[in-house]
């Protein structure tokens, strides 16, 4: 896709934005997500399910079941992907603007 593509897509999905879809697809390495958008669908990788311990795809949410996810990027390739996240600390800075640091992100 042209780069005119990716400017409208990055335009339309910003990164660190919270976007809603529904689970669509299952597969080993995360889920596919119905943006509701013809030209791209979302991913949200396994490792972009929870900020520490284990996910396997047993705990994945069900296909056809809403979600919100925050964009974290995109697979600017034939593939036309917006990569998303649900960990809870990405959530938590799409919804909640702290005026400072959470205390784990203290050093």
Known sequence: MSDQFWNQIKSKYRLGELIHGRVEHHAPFGIFVDIGDDTVRGIVQIT??????????????????SIGAVVVGYTEDERNQVWLSVKPSVLQKALVHLK???TSEQS
């Not at 972009?48 to 079941?65: C, L």
């Open 100 to 102: 400072v640091p959470a």
């Open 48 to 65: 972009d399910f929870v900020d520490s311990g284990d996910m396997t795809p047993e705990m994945y949410p069900d296909v056809g079941s």
